[in-house]
């Protein structure tokens, strides 16, 4: 008899384990569609809709500017989320967050433009734009939770990396709709109207992911841990990961960085660049994102699976090194306007440098925390590593840019970011092969982790 109960609990267990992971990747599916639209929509629209300038390059940095303001509000997402995702439970948090992401994207789709109602345009989509960085400030902390807290063990990356796949997935909806409807329609009649249906379409995407979202069970974990009495519950979760875990937030910005330059300098910096430095189609980077998105819901669970079985470290170390090594060559055959090795370095930089430290990024980041302030720790110090290392990214890449018209210093600034996280990553103390993953996991809980 205990034998056929253990069977369905761990029957139960397991299918807790799949909703979970299910419902974290298509909120962020979501969530991802609508912040990366906008980078995508900034490179060929809001410079000369919202911030009209007889220069385009000053143009340019405003919209990359008011894209770096997404980021600004994503730790203040992570602080607010966090608190009440560390009080009352991951489950209602991620409702929230996917709602309040949706309505802020349609609201972009339908907002004016500078010629309609001058400087209320621009004023209005920063705004806008500020409330999709809150919401998905939130997000990744209590999707990554949810599907971390509810693995099974030394299963914990393959079954969080629906978190990053749902990246790549937007990703390639986002593109793919921006690519559909430029080659559709005329460039009078898309920078007139063509460019709102993407993010009018955010509405259907919401209502599905809040459906999903609606039936899935709280974390097991939390509920464990935490205490459905609330016994375990800490008054400001954010001062007690920061009293208890300082070097964890230092750890998570520098392992971000080589993520973050990879892909935005890619998919959003390189899109721009390309276009109005070096007179190539605009079809060509919008076709890479769409190849890069596609290629990742594949690569990432891939090098998850293989995070599980022979260890995060030696995939974060090989995925950084290969950021650091395909800097210049992405840059020398941009400036060869030369397609194959365009998309051969687009490639390396975003499916196997960017998708191998993102696809252990949930179970390495959380394990810095105990579960009583997990979702505040690992939120906030994500968020707030998205603002040092991601979100003016191209803004800082088209002002190094602006400097002498070379592309020299942007390589560095590139393979800078990637050498950090190869020295970070390489000394850490990581999670080893899933045989031993289940004491690395206790270690973690309790905010262990620690440079060699």
């Not at 609990?9 to 974290?24: E, I, M, T």
Request: aromatic content about 12%.
């Amino acid at each position: 008899m205990s034998n056929v109960i253990a069977s369905a609990q761990q029957l139960q267990q397991n299918r807790q384990a799949r909703k979970a992971a299910v419902g974290s990747f298509v909120g962020a599916v979501v969530d991802w569609y609508d912040f990366l639209l906008y980078g995508i929509t900034a490179a060929l629209v809001f410079n000369t809709q919202f911030f009209p300038s007889t220069n385009p390059t000053l143009g340019t940095l405003a919209a990359f500017g008011t894209f770096g303001v997404g980021f600004l509000f994503r730790p203040l997402g992570g602080i607010v989320f966090g608190h009440f995702g560390d009080r009352l439970g991951r489950k209602r948090m991620l409702v929230i967050t996917v709602v309040m992401m949706g309505v802020s994207t349609a609201c972009i789709g339908l907002l004016p433009s500078y010629a309609s109602i001058g400087w209320y345009a621009p004023l209005a989509l920063v705004l806008l734009r500020a409330l999709q960085g809150f919401a998905v400030g939130g997000e990744w902390g209590g999707a990554a939770l949810m599907a971390v807290e509810s693995a099974p063990a030394g299963k914990k990356a393959f079954y969080s990396s629906g978190v990053q796949v749902g990246y790549g997935v937007g990703l390639v909806l986002a593109t793919g709709i921006v690519s559909i409807l430029t080659h559709t329609l005329d460039n009078d009649a898309f920078l007139s109207w063509g460019w709102r249906i993407p993010f009018l379409l955010s509405i259907v995407l919401v209502l599905v992911a809040l459906w999903i979202r609606s039936t899935m069970d709280e974390s097991q974990e939390f509920m464990r841990t935490v205490g459905q009495h609330g016994e375990r519950k800490v008054k400001l979760p954010v001062l007690t990961a920061l009293s208890k875990n300082p070097k964890s937030f230092l750890l998570i910005i520098a392992l971000r960085m080589a993520e973050m330059f990879t892909m935005y300098i890619v998919t959003a910096f390189a899109l721009s660049y390309s276009t109005k430095n070096l007179g190539m189609s605009r079809d060509l980077f919008l076709n890479i994102g769409l190849l890069v998105g596609a290629v990742s819901c594949l690569t990432i669970p891939l090098f998850a699976l293989a995070a599980d079985r022979i260890g995060q470290k030696r995939v974060y170390v090989t995925g950084a090194l290969i950021g650091l090594f395909s800097a210049v060559p992405f840059f020398l055959a941009m400036e060869a306007r030369s397609i194959l090795w365009i998309v051969v370095f687009s490639v390396l930089l975003a499916n196997i440098a960017h998708d191998m430290v993102v696809s252990v990024q949930q179970p390495l980041f959380t394990e810095f925390f105990g579960a009583e302030y997990r979702y505040s720790g690992a939120g906030v110090g994500y968020q707030f590593a998205s603002v040092v290392c991601g979100g003016f990214t191209p803004f800082i890449a088209t002002a190094l840019l602006g400097v002498d018209g070379s592309w020299h210093a942007v390589a560095a600034y590139l393979a800078g970011g990637c050498l950090l996280s190869v020295i970070v990553s390489a000394r850490m103390k990581m999670a080893p092969a899933a045989p031993q993953s289940a004491s690395t996991v206790n270690a973690g809980a309790q905010g262990k982790t620690s440079l060699v």
